[in-house]
């Protein structure tokens, strides 16, 4: 069983910034991207940020500048630093990542997801 628990969470004012994390845990052999998706009331889930185990990063054009995702790969954890926070990055946002089981076999997982608030 794997499991991705995400934390950080909350209500912040515009300007702000929050910083959220993200722990897999479970049969864990080694993991390909970690990322972090949202989705906001009424619109589709969309990419935010997410590396690869190599360090290779992407991120939404809307994110860019203010976001910065990084990792442990030693604690299989993944952060996401959100700085300038915007009325419009209200969202819940979900963590993401393709994990390969001691089976071998790479499955794609989703964390229960964590909710954002920028508001004043």
């Excluded at 993401?96 to 997982?109: K, Q």
């Amino acid at each position: 069983q794997v499991q991705l628990v995400e934390s950080g969470g909350g209500l912040v004012q515009p300007g702000g910034s929050l910083r959220l994390s993200c722990a897999a845990s479970g049969s864990i052999f080694s993991i390909y991207t970690m990322g972090w998706y949202r989705q906001a009331p009424g619109k589709e889930r969309e990419l935010v940020a997410k590396m690869t185990s190599g360090g290779s990063t992407n991120y939404a054009d809307s994110v860019k500048g203010r976001f910065t995702i990084s990792r442990d790969n030693a604690y299989n954890t993944v952060y996401l630093q959100m700085n300038s926070l915007k009325p419009e990055d209200t969202a819940v946002y979900y963590c993401n990542a393709d994990i390969v089981r001691m089976s071998g076999l790479t499955y794609n997982y989703w964390g229960q997801g964590t909710q954002v608030t920028v508001a004043s």
